[in-house]
């Protein structure tokens, strides 16, 4: 079995993604690791250079700006990395997701097992999303609860933007893979980042989704009811990131106001508290395997 890791990135420092400990966390799992590395303004390529790895190819990419639909531009360098994987399985992760190294094996093991069950066509994570610190992580149906981020890599698959893929059945309509779980978690830390960073991350990135960039002005505009606290452990990889380049503490603002939307996912919670556990969030796969 023949594992590729891929991953896409562009101005990684200066939008204070946690990309270098992403890439070295997919290395602990993949033969092979391709990484899609656009024109950047700051030292992305010489960081990503640094790592030293011989499984590591790096290609040198240009984006198209004036592509401003739906985060497609996004996709577009998604695929230009999955298209140069030789793997069996193809392993995404985006750059401020990280791979903890005790779930290494698990994820080795269960690619193997379902190597040669070809009803399995993707793999799937539960995810931890922190929030404004390394001791909270979002809970409400506003957070995609799982995601795929392994693919089959001999299926002809694509992706209509960043976040998942589509299966084509012979040039028909698309569909969404079918999918087991891996019964372990991706930390996803894109929600710490410094304040200054997020920042700088929507003024360069909201015009890919047609938008216009808006203000950062904290994490605590939230309901304190979407967020609990993390009890868990942290992957070695990240632990030099959380110290230098994500914020520390988190304070709530008393006075926010809830959106309609804020509402709904309390009553979701809600139900889900009375009646069992019920994931709310869209999901870009179909279970097969559990």
Known sequence: ?????????????????????????????????????????????????????NKLRIIETSWNESMADRGYTYA??????????????????ECDEIIHENDVPLIRAQMAKYLSDIEVEALIFDYYHFYGTQNHIAISPRWYRRAPRIIRNTIRSWAPDGLFWVVMNENKRG????????????????HVRLISAMNEKNKRVERYWGKDPTEFYGYGNIDENALTTFTGSHPKIITEWLNSSAEK?????QNYQLSSRDKRHRLMMNINRVFGDIDWTKQHYKLVRK
């Open 175 to 190: 569909r969404y893979p079918r999918a087991a779980l891996l019964n372990c978690h991706m930390y996803h830390y894109g």
């Open 76 to 93: 577009q360098q998604k695929m230009i990395a999955q298209f140069n994987c030789t793997g069996d399985w193809a392993f995404y992760l």
């Open 249 to 253: 503490e988190l304070i709530i603002n």
């Open 1 to 53: 079995m023949k594992v590729s890791g891929f991953t896409f990135v562009r101005n990684g420092s200066i939008l204070g993604y946690p990309y270098i400990e992403s890439i070295k966390s997919l290395l602990l799992v993949c033969d092979e690791v391709v990484v899609a590395v656009g024109e950047s303004d700051d030292d992305t390529l010489l960081q990503i250079k640094n790592i030293k790895d």
